[in-house]
């Protein structure tokens, strides 16, 4: 049974940060890509980072440098550390996951996946 639910968004002050939680269930073997997306008024939803299951990362070029994007596998969840923030990084985040059909397949930062958490809100003023 697959499962994401978001945690941790708030309203925080530019330049300020927050780190965003997602416990997942169901992507206990791999292989998968985890992903972070968020959604701005009026805005079609973005791909803001993924995770392979062997770990390594990708990044939307508009926040490179600033979030950083991990998981732990030993307590089913994925993170989203959002650093440096900008009002433009107003929006609604969502956590989500999809399964790969092979190892080698890699993980594209607005791939759209399976599986979607209902999101967590993150507003910067």
């Known amino acids: 049974h697959v499962q994401l639910v978001e945690s941790g968004g708030g309203l925080v002050q530019a330049r300020g940060s927050l780190r965003l939680s997602c416990a997942v269930s169901?992507?206990?073997?791999?292989?998968?890509?985890m992903y972070w997306f968020r959604q701005a008024p009026g805005k079609e939803r973005e791909g803001v980072a993924t995770?392979?299951?062997?770990?390594?990362?990708k990044y939307a070029d508009s926040v490179k440098g600033r979030f950083t994007i991990s998981k732990d596998s030993a307590k089913d969840a994925l993170y989203l550390q959002m650093n440096s923030l900008k009002p433009e990084d107003t929006g609604m985040y969502y956590c989500?996951?999809?399964?790969?059909?092979?190892?080698?397949?890699?993980?594209?930062?607005?791939?759209?996946?399976?599986?979607w958490g209902q999101g967590t809100q993150v507003t910067v003023s």
């Open positions: 995770i392979h299951s062997d770990g390594s990362t």
């Open positions: 169901g992507y206990t073997y791999g292989p998968y890509c």
């Open positions: 989500a996951a999809g399964p790969l059909a092979r190892r080698d397949f890699v993980c594209t930062v607005n791939r759209r996946p399976r599986d």
